[in-house]
């Protein structure tokens, strides 16, 4: 496929993006504001000899792709925040099984029916803590169209490469807004695969502790025997009771995480030396940042931006750097307020830190932000 520009929704660039990477099987449930991607995949995957099933619920579409990881594919859903609650048990199934697949989650304002054409930022705690336990998360978030495209290719890459569900959280107007993007040549595309076992089938255990803290996967019917479950387990696969060794797998799941922050950590800035204003976002709002920042600047105000990719691990220690050499941090959210409390964790004092929160399913304006940066000058 050669390199072409084309128009698209963000929701059509996941489609796109889950091609692209290798992406086989998709279980689902049609849901506004992600229902295109359901849509798309089922015209797109079988004309690379994928699979697509429409589920009777969200749960079952969760617990479906897991069985589809188990088996060799690489798997996807998409819903929304209803459909997005519905997932979490089973996301915590994958977590334990080190079962790969992506989870995409188009925010509508919530709780409940809420307003489901509407734009919302109201699930990023879910995403990091939706599931019950202590657990790692991967969460990318696109800014735009060409990002919901490389972030669905990347999701891919994360999840196979580190045996985790990784979550993909775009907002209502990522997901339906049109853009010109380019699309690559997929085949000179960077694609990640699991990493399979090396031992014969005698020898091998499905959760060894390997160097690198991630075991190797097989498919199920290749010959190897390999029990999942969603029970602290040992080595061999099979359910262990409570003590040390308990919580080591627990401390390997986080640690394969925590070890390859510089890896899984995606971010852009914009910020000069003498910045002593920098605002913060994710998401659509990045949009809005970028242009206030703009205006800001030319109205002689040392400000700069910085847009989080990664929103789950969060950058710490990026943020504690930015907090140790700027007055104000700013962020804006489509909500009450979620990721600015990690902001204010990871400032211990050192600067102001100032949100900027609409709920009311509308988008928060250029003119907005630029009026808050002006208030904190």
Known sequence: MAKRTVLLQGDEAVVEGVIAAGGRFFAGYPITPASEIAEGLARRLPEVGGKFIQM???????????????????????????????????????????????????????????????????????????????????????????????????????????????????????????????????????????????????????????????????DYGSGY???????????????????????????????KIEKNLADIILYDQDISADDQIVVVAYGSTVRSVIRAVKEARQQGIKAGWLNLKTVWPFPDQLIKDLAARVNTLIMPELNRGQIIGELERNSCGKCRVIGVNKYDGTL??????????????
């Open 56 to 218: 009777e619920d969200e749960i079952a579409g969760m617990a479906c792709i897991i069985g589809a990881s188990l088996c060799g594919l690489k798997a996807v859903t998409a819903t929304s925040g209803p459909g997005f609650s519905l997932k979490q048990e089973n996301l915590g199934l994958a977590i334990m099984v080190e079962a790969p697949c992506v989870i995409v989650n188009v925010q509508r304002v919530g709780p409940s029916t809420g307003l489901p054409t509407s734009p919302s930022q109201g699930d990023m705690m879910q995403a990091r803590w939706g599931t019950h336990g202590d657990h790692p998360s991967i969460t990318l978030v696109p800014s735009s169209v060409q990002e919901s495209f490389s972030l669905t290719v990347q999701a891919f890459n994360l999840a196979e490469k580190y045996r985790i569900p990784v979550i993909l959280m775009l907002d209502e107007i990522v997901g339906h807004m049109r853009e010109k993007i380019e699309l690559p040549d997929y085949d000179q595309l960077e694609v990640v695969n699991r990493k399979k076992p090396a031992r014969p089938h005698e020898d091998f255990y499905p959760y060894p502790e390997t160097e690198d803290l991630i075991p190797p996967m097989p």
């Open 225 to 255: 025997r390999y029990h999942t479950t969603g029970l602290y387990h040992d080595k061999t696969g099979f359910p262990m009771g409570p003590g040390p060794a308990a919580s080591r797998l627990l401390d390997r799941l986080m640690e």
């Open 364 to 377: 928060i304006k250029p003119e907005e932000i630029l009026a808050r940066i002006k208030e904190v000058v």
